[in-house]
């Protein structure tokens, strides 16, 4: 008997000891590998971007599931200068928000189909019809996961809808 209990206690070592040298290696070769091998900031060249400190979009890249995931802050219908171009018209303020969005993803390998998830901040729920008209006509094929958020105010009174999305780009 105790030469059995000797005998599997040697198997049972030898077992733990390979185990132990397998996660060795494997935390070896995690440790020369980043998680992430890229972190990129993209801008939308409003002035905005840098007063406020932030970036249009992040992008993240990864080595194992070979995907982009995009990131894009929110977004107004402001051109590069830092003014609204269509002040007071929801409608036209979302067109340009999408075209917005596309160019960082454009910037970022991507496009408009690879939208995963949208968020929209509105100052009334009345502006509702005309923002899922536009919604519907760049998104309606894609059917990203969705939110529409009714706020007080924007930062600026013309500003009458931003905003953000979430991205994912096959590599």
Do not use: C
Request: hydrophobic share 40%; no cysteine.
């Amino acid at each position: 008997m105790i030469t059995k209990l000797k005998s599997r206690g040697i198997s049972y070592a030898i077992l733990i000891i390979v185990n132990i040298l397998l996660i060795i290696i494997l935390l070896a070769s995690i440790k020369n590998t980043e998680i992430y091998t890229t972190n990129i900031s993209l801008s939308g060249g409003e002035k905005w971007e840098k007063f406020y400190g932030f970036s249009r979009a992040k992008v993240i890249e990864g080595p194992i599931d070979q995907t982009k995931q995009v990131f894009i802050s929110n977004t107004s219908a402001f051109d590069s200068d830092g003014t609204v171009k269509v002040p007071n018209d929801v409608g036209k303020q979302t067109e340009q928000i999408v075209k917005n969005m596309e160019n960082v993803l454009e910037q970022a390998g991507g496009n408009l189909t690879d939208i995963v998830e949208t968020t929209f901040y509105t100052t009334s729920f009345d502006h509702f019809p005309e923002i899922a008209k536009v919604h519907q006509k760049y998104f309606g094929e894609i059917s990203p996961a969705t939110t529409l958020i009714h706020v007080s105010e924007m930062a600026s009174p013309e500003i009458l809808i931003e905003g953000s999305a979430r991205a994912v780009i096959s590599r």
